[in-house]
């Protein structure tokens, strides 16, 4: 079992900046490949960003490539969501998730074990 709580969500002007945390519990968290994604109303829920349990390898999508940073501390158990430049489009819950397979992180979320209650990012123009 991995429990995992988001946090640091909230509203922001497009072009600034907001960190996301995920602290997680329950289960060795170096050894645990962990992913952001977000959720839009009306939309289905997509990949942002992957980190390997090392942090050596992270993943991004296309649309936040070069604005976001994702990052781990496993001396806290936390995995962060650096958002800068921020855009409208970026709006959504961010949710984060753990995926315990061998070989991880995916990109898809079905392939992601445990998920975070989520936090609520919203960007005005």
């Known amino acids: 079992q991995v429990q995992l709580v988001e946090s640091g969500g909230g509203l922001v002007q497009a072009g600034g900046s907001l960190r996301l945390s995920c602290a997680a519990s329950?289960?060795?968290?170096?050894?645990?490949?962990m992913g952001w994604f977000r959720q839009a109303p009306g939309k289905e829920r997509e990949f942002v960003a992957a980190?390997?349990?090392?942090?050596?390898?992270?993943y991004y999508a296309d649309s936040v490539k070069g604005r976001f940073t994702i990052s781990r501390d496993n001396a806290k158990n936390t995995v962060y969501l650096q958002m800068n430049s921020l855009k409208p489009e970026d709006t959504g819950v961010y949710y984060c998730?753990?995926?315990?397979?061998?070989?991880?992180?995916?990109?898809?979320?079905?392939?992601?074990?445990?998920w975070g209650q989520g936090t609520q990012v919203t960007v005005s123009s």
């Open positions: 998730a753990a995926d315990l397979k061998y070989g991880g992180p995916s990109r898809s979320p079905y392939e992601y074990d445990y």
């Open positions: 329950g289960r060795t968290f170096s050894s645990i490949a």
């Open positions: 980190i390997r349990w090392s942090g050596a390898s992270t």
